[in-house]
C-alpha cells in the first residue's frame, strides 16, 4: 500500500462526497458537526500537519495559527481545498525528506509518520460523511486493517495519566478481520499492561474475540457503528469489548 497515494484518493472520494451533499447535514457520529464542520476540520489538520513537517517542528504547532486554515464558502472550492491541503502535506513531507524527526501525538516520528495519520483521519471522516448522508462506505481490506492497526499505535502509546486504561488488568482482547489474504496483518492480539496496553499481529486467545470484514472492524472500533449489528461477530466476555470501546475515543 502507498500511503501517499491512499491518502489522496481518500480525501478525493470524501471532496466528491462533500460537493454532492448538503453542507448543513447533521453528521449523527461527530455530535454538534455539520459537514462543513467535519470538512474544515480535515483539511485544516493536513494543513496543520504540513505546517509541523514544513518548520521540522519539534513542538507542538497552535492549530489555530495556521495558514489557509478556512475554507471558501461554496461546495466546489470547499471540494479543491480539501485536495490542496493534501498536496500541501505530501509537499511539505518531499521537501524536508521522509525520515526527518518531527513532533508527533506520540513523540518524534520521522515525517512521514504524518502521511499514514491524516490517511486514516481521512478515511474515518469519510464514513462520517457517508452515514450522515445514508451513503455506501467501502475501504479495501488492506487499508481498513492499516487503520486498525494505526489506531491500536495511538491508543498503546497514551500515557497512563490521560485517563483509565482501555482494557482493566488482566484483560486480553483478540480482533480478526475475515477477509481472504490478510494473514497475520489481519489479526490483533491487545493485552492490558501496568501503564496502559500493548498489542501484536497474530492469533491469540483472549477473553473476548471481535470477527468482522476489515472495515466493519475498523467502524466498530472507532465506534462508527454498533458492535450488535449483524456485520460484527462478540464471543467471550463482551464487558471486554464494551470497556475498550468507552475508554478509547476517537
Not at 452515514?131 to 492497526?149: K, W
Not at 499505535?153 to 484483560?171: E, H, K, M, N, T
Not at 472507532?222 to 467471550?236: A, I, Q, Y
Request: charged letters at 25%; hydrophobic letters at 40%; a negative charge.
Amino acid at each position: 500500500m502507498d500511503p501517499a497515494a491512499a491518502l489522496i484518493e481518500q480525501n478525493r472520494l470524501l471532496a466528491e462526497l462533500y460537493r454532492t451533499a448538503d453542507p448543513e447535514t447533521d453528521v449523527p457520529t461527530c455530535p454538534g458537526w455539520t459537514l462543513r464542520k467535519l470538512a474544515t476540520h480535515v483539511g485544516r489538520g493536513d494543513r496543520w500537519a504540513a505546517t509541523i513537517v514544513r518548520e521540522r517542528s519539534g513542538t507542538y504547532v497552535d492549530i489555530r495559527t495556521v495558514a489557509g486554515g478556512r475554507p471558501p464558502s461554496d461546495q466546489d472550492g470547499v471540494a479543491a481545498w480539501l485536495g490542496a491541503g493534501v498536496e500541501e502535506l505530501l509537499t511539505a513531507v518531499a521537501g524536508v525528506g521522509a525520515d526527518t524527526p518531527v513532533w508527533t501525538f506520540v513523540g518524534p516520528q520521522p515525517a512521514a509518520w504524518w502521511i499514514r495519520r491524516r490517511l486514516h483521519e481521512a478515511t474515518v471522516h469519510r464514513a462520517d460523511a457517508a452515514l450522515a448522508v445514508g451513503g455506501d462506505y467501502q475501504l479495501p481490506a488492506e487499508l481498513a486493517a492499516d487503520g486498525l492497526s494505526e489506531w491500536l499505535d495511538l491508543v498503546a502509546a497514551r500515557p497512563a495519566a490521560s485517563g483509565p486504561a482501555p482494557l482493566r488488568p488482566g484483560d486480553t482482547m483478540h480482533l480478526h478481520a475475515t477477509d481472504p489474504d490478510l494473514g497475520d496483518t489481519g489479526e490483533w492480539f491487545v493485552r492490558s499492561e501496568a501503564d496502559g496496553v500493548s498489542w501484536a499481529h497474530g492469533h491469540q486467545k483472549g477473553q473476548v474475540a471481535v470477527r468482522a470484514r476489515a472495515v466493519d472492524l475498523l467502524l466498530a472500533a472507532m465506534r462508527r457503528t454498533r458492535s450488535n449489528h449483524g456485520r460484527v461477530e462478540v464471543l467471550g466476555d463482551p464487558a471486554v469489548w464494551r470497556t475498550w470501546l468507552e475508554r478509547t475515543g476517537f
